[in-house]
Every structure is written in structure tokens, then in C-alpha cells.
């Protein structure tokens, strides 16, 4: 994560958890910049620490409520539950996976003003897949080249990379970065 110039506190937040069969990925994305953004993407993250293990349309739903009266947030989020590993992104959210993978869409909205529906697909992955959720701090004419850059790091400093080669810096930026092995998501 990285906050946009001119800004200490930072509107996006990601978050990571493994758990013994289950797993849950998130970037959040407040609208705006600043203390106001910050505290909506730490209110976020809080209800995900507590939502964790709930089915991901429900997750986005607990979030939806904490975040009323606060700025709204945009997400997308990958879950791991059982056998079952799924997808669900609101706005202007990215996800990114292997090359010959169709990618989900996100849905139109934002998180915190009343969601109707939360639309979840059922993510595609193999040993050795990795799939990138990025904010919209990433430019989308750089990231071609940064995927690629970040192609053989392990997960972590895959983000870090990705943020430096595409990460706009009038805006805050979150990357995650989930390589999957048969055992379980890094």
C-alpha cells in the first residue's frame, strides 16, 4: 500500500488471512484521499477480521453496513471456503490472473450506501496460478509490463514490484498478490 503524494494517511487497505481451509484476500479502496478515506478503509478492514470466515457475498454486506455514514469504499476480494474458491469485486477494483484465464468482472457501486446484490463467480485455479487484486491507484498502461516484472517473485515482493512499475502516485494504491499450490494459497 502506498498513499498518494501529498498524503500520509492512506484510503486503501489490503488484507490477507489463511486459515487451515480457508482463505481471504480483500483490497479496499476508500473514495477520496486522506484521514476520512483511511478511517473507512480501517473500518473495512476491521469488519473483515470479524467476517472472515463468512460466505463473501455476506462479507461485502457486513462491510456495506459498518461503512454507513462514512465514506464509501470500492473491494474485491477472493475467498478460499472448503474446496470452493470465489471472486466478488464492487467498482473500480482490478483482478488479474494467469494469461489464459478469463478474468470475473466486478460489479457497478460502491460499499456503504445500501448494496442491493453482491454478484460471486467461482474463480478458476491451478497449482501455480497467480491471481493480482490491485485499486485503481495502478495504471492500466503499465501494468502489462509489470505483471510480468513481478512474475518471478514470491507473492510479497511481487506487490511491492507492481506498485513501484505501475502505481500512480496522485493516488493511493493496494496490491495483493495470491500464488496458489495445491495445498494452499501464499
Sequence with gaps: MRSARG???????????TGPSAALFVVVDALG???DAAA????????LDGSRERPLAEIFRDC??????????VMSAIQLK????????IG???????PDVSRPPTSAGVVGR???TVRTWDLPVQDGHRWVLASDGIQRRATAKALQDARPLP???AATRILELAGRHEDDVGVVVVDWTWTNPA
Design 92 to 98: 473500480n477494483v482490478e483482478i488479474w490472473g494467469p
Design 40 to 47: 473507512s478503509a480501517a473500518i473495512a478492514a476491521r469488519v
Design 33 to 35: 484521499h486522506g484521514p
Design 7 to 17: 498524503f500520509s494517511a492512506c484510503g486503501d487497505a489490503v488484507y490477507a488471512w
Design 64 to 73: 456495506d453496513r459498518a461503512l454507513a455514514g462514512h465514506r464509501a469504499v
Design 155 to 157: 507473492a510479497e515482493e
Design 82 to 89: 472448503g474446496e470452493g474458491v470465489r471472486f466478488a469485486g
Design 114 to 116: 445500501g448494496l442491493r
